[in-house]
């Protein structure tokens, strides 16, 4: 299968977003774009672009691409809840769990987070601990920080 890769150049750094023609499969940051390979962009990659652009600049708060994570069946209904978090609300590993059927899966529910391989699109920068504290995000706690702060700043002003 062929993948393409676009660069966007976020708030937070650059961004490399895949395509695999069909679907958008992975959004993360990179440091070095090498370990991609040819960086080609597609019409996918691009509406995902310009989406991207939307939220950063608070004016999209849903994404309507076609996503495909790859992942266990158990990551995969994860992913499906984060998606149905709210913009601007997040939610704790413990109240997935619970929503998925699964109350005693909260670390399996942080793990299936930390493989997310579509960031910000799969919003699991939504998901806190129970505490009401930051836990680990993949682009650093700045990055999820900021995040929320923004959906936060931006559901004000509607």
């Not at 023609?21 to 959004?27: F, H, L, M, P, R």
Request: hydrophobic share 30%; proline share 5%.
């Amino acid at each position: 299968m062929n993948y393409n890769y676009y660069t966007y150049d976020s708030p937070f750094g650059k961004i490399v977003i895949e395509s695999d023609g069909n679907a958008i499969t992975s959004i993360k940051t990179c440091k070095n774009t090498k370990p991609f390979g040819i960086m080609k962009a597609n019409k996918l990659t691009d509406k995902a672009a310009e989406q991207l652009s939307g939220y950063f600049s608070g004016k999209r708060r849903k994404f309507d691409l076609p996503l495909h994570p790859h992942g266990t069946q158990f990551q995969q209904k994860v992913w499906k809840e984060l998606c149905e978090i709210p913009y601007g609300e997040t939610r704790s590993y413990k109240d997935i769990a619970n929503t998925i059927g699964n109350p005693n899966a909260c670390r399996a529910v942080g793990m299936a987070n930390n493989k997310n391989p579509i960031w910000i699109m799969i919003p699991c920068h939504r998901v806190i601990g129970s505490n009401g504290k930051l836990t680990g995000y993949g682009g650093g706690l700045k990055m999820k920080q900021g995040l929320l702060n923004l959906e936060e700043g931006n559901k004000k002003e509607r």
